[in-house]
């Protein structure tokens, strides 16, 4: 069974610059998270989806935030404009039951010039 | 909110011997406890969980165990082997909302 996959893994952008980052979930896994890891740091969560619908996005910056999940399946994550302290890691998860295992992807690590 | 402390933020053990990484959280509602293990350039994997209706759970070398009265819970690797060396995370929740720790970075000496 194949894994969350997410795309870019690296991106190099400067500031002010648009960017997005793709993520394909485990086949069957109605939850999806994206989460940030900054240098040294555990995850937090941004925003969680149950199918297509974002149901905690609390804790995403909505002045330059911005995600969506088409059809319930893959999500999109996009940032504009970034700015220098967005640089870090990016990571996407998906599970089948809450409280439970999430499934991470290997992350897309973005680095803002 | 959660919070949630880890300590230490850096250990080295050698091959063999017994590692153990000490978390304490502060909501008193949280009811699941799981430890993530992340891999240079990988995403974190699960490598064991605990809720809070059982005291320890044990899985090969792994073993967790879980104080609620004291809010605190523990991650035990005995025998560690090479590649055991990682950063190691737990968490804590009472529903979907996971809180990590800022994780620790394991090296096992050979």
């Known amino acids: 069974e194949a894994g969350v996959v997410q795309s870019p893994r690296y991106k190099i952008i400067e500031k002010k610059q648009p960017v997005a980052f793709w993520c394909n979930p485990i086949s069957g896994h109605n939850t999806l998270y994206w989460y940030l890891q900054n240098l040294g740091q555990g995850p937090e969560l941004l925003i969680r989806y149950e199918n297509e619908e974002a149901v905690d996005d609390s804790q995403l910056p909505k002045d330059r935030f911005s995600a969506e999940r088409l059809k319930g399946v893959d999500s999109t994550l996009k940032i504009q404009p970034a700015e220098l302290g967005d640089s870090a890691v990016y990571l996407c998860?998906?599970?089948?039951?809450?409280?439970?295992?999430?499934?991470f992807g290997e992350g897309s690590r973005l680095t803002v010039l | 909110g959660e919070n949630v402390e880890q300590h230490p933020s850096t250990l080295s053990v050698q091959e063999g011997d017994s590692a153990v990484i000490k978390c304490t959280y502060s909501?008193?509602?949280?009811?699941?406890f799981p430890w993530y293990k992340q891999e240079l350039g990988k995403g974190p994997q699960l490598i064991i969980d605990i809720r809070s209706n059982v005291g320890e759970k044990k899985d090969q070398r792994i073993a967790v165990t879980l104080n609620k009265t004291a809010k605190h819970f523990s991650l035990h690797i005995t025998e560690t082997q090479p590649e055991d060396s990682a950063v190691y995370f737990c968490?804590?929740?009472?529903?979907?909302?996971?809180?990590f720790g800022a994780g620790t970075t394991v090296t096992v000496r050979a």
């Open positions: 968490a804590a929740s009472r529903s979907y909302k996971l809180s």
């Open positions: 909501d008193s509602a949280s009811n699941y």
């Open positions: 998860a998906s599970s089948n039951r809450d409280p439970g295992e999430l499934f």
